[in-house]
């Protein structure tokens, strides 16, 4: 089975930054694309960044320039730096994957990490 462990989460004070990590595992053949998303409480899920498998990536507006979202190809592994934290930033983040398993091509997400911006 394919899995997507996410880790870093945490509480951080306005202002500071957390580093996010999502471990991909099981019998994958490649993975073409992968994203962060996050849901508050009483929102629905929004997409935060993707990066594919060339190393292009995409940022929604509200974490533009905060935000950075990288890929270790030979680990398996996406991470997302999050910097200038806001308390509007706390949700929720998911770790998202499109990917070939087995012989099939797949969309696997990993079961979430809280991220809480409080002072």
């Known amino acids: 089975q394919v899995q997507l462990v996410e880790s870093g989460g945490g509480l951080v004070q306005p202002g500071g930054s957390l580093r996010l990590s999502c471990a991909a595992s099981?019998?994958?053949?490649?993975?073409?694309?992968m994203g962060w998303y996050r849901q508050a409480p009483g929102t629905q899920r929004e997409w935060v960044a993707g990066?594919?498998?060339?190393?292009?990536?995409n940022y929604a507006d509200s974490v533009k320039g905060r935000f950075t979202i990288s890929r270790d190809n030979v680990k398996n592994t996406m991470y997302l730096q999050m910097n200038s934290l806001k308390p509007e930033d706390t949700a929720v983040y998911y770790c998202?994957?499109?990917?070939?398993?087995?012989?099939?091509?797949?969309?696997?997400w990993g079961q979430g990490t809280q991220v809480t911006v409080s002072s």
């Open positions: 998202h994957a499109d990917l070939w398993y087995s012989s099939d091509y797949v969309s696997s």
């Open positions: 099981g019998s994958i053949n490649s993975i073409h694309a």
């Open positions: 990066i594919r498998s060339g190393g292009d990536t």
